[in-house]
């Protein structure tokens, strides 16, 4: 079964069919109830990373939500998550599927008291989905990019972007701990991300968040057309 795990402006809770499962795991309990429906004829988990209340990017309990889609026998995780772009090439609107990430501040891991190394990497055969269903959706969408994780829940300064811009393409608070505990947990990981503004300096324009919301909001469709192609074509 897939799973997808979304961010606020992105919702599958009313998907045909749906139940919802409450879960528990040894890490605390996910974001939000699992909803499990129907996406294009095909099943899929649903979970929404920021739960009913809007749980902070650095609170967000990832171990607990990737551990409760593996208890739920899923294989397969889309990320649906929310960016800034580094690059005036790249404005919001645009859809990206990252094939690689960096997180210079840390990241997540299961193996807190075991030596294991998992060697970090989108899945390639779920990002060549993702570009197809986007193909196919006719959605503006770039199929490479660097992202960039950071921790929040401030944006950054000028000066961090500036830096940043030299490393990557997308920056975002949440794709690199799920895209490694999903590889940790033996789970294939791809992100659908939404580019929903330019990063702080980037252009001469304000950044403030009612702006990234909005877009947000407004990218969302092009999001469900994409995965909904891409059950379709699984179904
Ligand atoms: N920075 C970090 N995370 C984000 C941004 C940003 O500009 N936009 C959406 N998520």
């Known amino acids: 079964m897939f799973g997808i795990i979304a961010g606020r402006s992105f919702s599958l809770a009313g998907m ?39 749980i902070p990017p650095h609170r967000i309990n990832h171990r607990a ?19 800034g772009s580094l ?13 690689d990430y960096l997180s210079p501040w840390g990241i997540l891991t299961f193996y807190e008291h075991q030596v294991v190394h998992v060697t970090p ?55 690199a701990h799920e895209a490694t505990l999903c590889q940790e947990a033996g789970l294939a990981y791809a992100s659908i991300c939404s580019v929903d503004n330019y990063c702080h300096g980037i252009i001469d324009t304000p950044l403030t968040e009612k702006e990234i919301a909005h877009k947000a909001r407004e990218n969302a469709g092009a999001v469900h057309k994409v995965l909904l192609r891409v059950m379709e074509e699984m179904a």
């Not at 401030?154 to 920056?171: D, Q, Y």
């Open 121 to 175: 990497s989108l899945d390639a055969a779920l990002r060549g989905l993702l570009i197809r269903g986007a193909q196919g959706a006719g959605v503006a969408f770039s199929q490479e990019g660097v992202y960039i994780q950071t921790i929040g829940p401030r944006l950054e300064t000028k000066a961090e972007i500036a830096m940043l811009k030299n490393f990557g393409h997308v920056v975002g608070m949440t794709m």
């Open 16 to 54: 045909e069919a749906a139940e919802t499962q409450v879960m528990e795991t040894p890490f605390g309990a996910p974001s939000d109830h699992v909803t499990i429906g129907r996406l294009g004829g095909r099943k899929v988990a649903f979970l929404p990373r920021h739960g009913p209340e809007g």
């Open 65 to 83: 939500n990737v551990y409760a889609l593996k208890k739920l026998e899923v294989t397969e995780v889309i990320g649906v998550n929310s960016v």
């Open 87 to 99: 690059r005036e090439e790249l404005p919001p609107g645009r859809l990206v599927i990252p094939h």
